[in-house]
T-cell receptor
Framework: AQSVTQLDSQVPVFEEAPVELRCNYS??????LFWYVQYPNQGLQLLLK??????LVKGINGFEAEFNKSQTSFHLRKPSVHISDTAEYFC?????????????FGSGTRLSIRP | EAGVVQSPRYKIIEKKQPVAFWCNPI?????LYWYRQNLGQGPELLIR????????DSQLPKDRFSAERLKGVDSTLKIQPAELGDSAVYLC??????????????FGPGTRLTVL
């Protein structure tokens, strides 16, 4: 069965420090991968996505993620975080074997930035 | 460009009462999704529409939940009767085509439902 695992429910970091949010997926077929961000009391917003091609994907707000097929991972990174990055981050995967495929979201990682 | 609009933003009801949520997607988006997001969890798909047709409602609890998308534009999600376990945030999203094809889903702010 296909699944998405976000290993860390909460990640506290100091402002201007680097951060990595981990995401692993399970699938026997090709996948598309997404990271969404949810600020308090708002809907989800796309940060970046991997469809094909280069395994290093750059997104908005200085975030990037690397697709690693052998480790079935799609970890999100930022070299220097700001207070404004405080939010919940969701990894999501869709499976490209069918036109009727749907997105499955991970349980989320709450990123809290300390001044 | 206006984003996905949802109303109400918050709703508090007593159990066994009915409740309805409304969503207006981004203009031109033919695919519309309803998700439920429980506290501390990611969104879970309830139903997906392609235009006015519900093409995936396998996760919709049909004994108490219903949805419609008349004319293939805005949509309503209803719960009748509500149960305590229905307390959650209900998110609406839309996209130009199937998100499984790699297209971005655009989310509304959600409706936070509290059932007492």
């Amino acid at each position: 069965a296909q699944s998405v695992t976000q290993l860390d429910s909460q990640v506290p970091v100091f402002e201007e420090a680097p951060v990595e949010l981990r995401c692993n997926y399970s699938s026997s077929v090709s996948v598309y991968l997404f990271w969404y961000v949810q600020y308090p009391n708002q809907g989800l917003q796309l940060l970046l996505k991997y469809l094909s091609g280069s395994t290093l994907v750059k997104g908005i707000n200085g975030f990037e993620a690397e697709f690693n097929k052998s480790q079935t991972s799609f970890h999100l990174r930022k070299p220097s975080v700001h207070i404004s990055d405080t939010a919940e981050y969701f990894c999501a995967v869709s499976f490209s074997y069918s036109s009727a495929s749907k997105i499955i979201f991970g349980s989320g990682t709450r990123l809290s930035i300390r001044p | 460009e206006a984003g996905v609009v949802q109303s109400p933003r918050y709703k508090i009801i007593e159990k066994k009462q009915p409740v309805a949520f409304w969503c207006n997607p981004i203009s031109g988006h033919n695919t519309l999704y309803w998700y439920r997001q429980n506290l501390g969890q990611g969104p879970e798909l309830l139903i997906r529409y392609e235009n006015e047709e519900a093409v995936d409602d396998s996760q919709l609890p049909k004994d108490r939940f219903s949805a419609e998308r008349l004319k293939g534009v805005d949509s309503t999600l209803k719960i009748q009767p509500a149960e305590l376990g229905d307390s959650a945030v209900y998110l609406c999203a839309s996209s130009l085509a199937l998100a499984g094809a790699g297209n971005e889903q655009f989310f509304g702010p959600g409706t936070r439902l509290t059932v007492l």
